[in-house]
């Protein structure tokens, strides 16, 4: 079983790799506003890269919530807690 520390850190380490940016850069304020390379199709990348990462599979409704850190933690979150 996979602790919510564990968690936080693997999505952060993925946000990391997607964007290209260091993994300490990665703070809960991470969003398009702050991650120079978080565009439409950098969000795309992202949501891939989660779904391979946890073996998960998002509804369109969840990848439009994914709007900032927090959020998308709470989204991979729920969606570990439903399978």
């Known amino acids: 079983m996979t602790t919510e520390i564990e968690v936080d850190a693997r999505i ?12 300490a850069t990665v703070t809960e304020d ?9 565009d ?4 795309m ?7 391979e990462e946890f073996h998960i599979q998002f509804s369109d409704e969840q ?5 900032n850190l927090p959020l998308v933690v709470c989204v991979v ?3 570990l807690a439903a399978r």
């Open 12 to 23: 952060k380490q993925v946000v990391s790799n997607v964007f290209a940016v260091d993994v």
């Open 30 to 38: 991470a969003s398009p506003d702050t991650v120079g390379n978080w």
């Open 40 to 43: 439409s199709l950098g969000h």
């Open 45 to 51: 990348n992202l949501v891939v890269a989660l779904e």
């Open 63 to 67: 990848m439009m919530e994914m709007l």
């Open 77 to 79: 979150k729920e969606q």
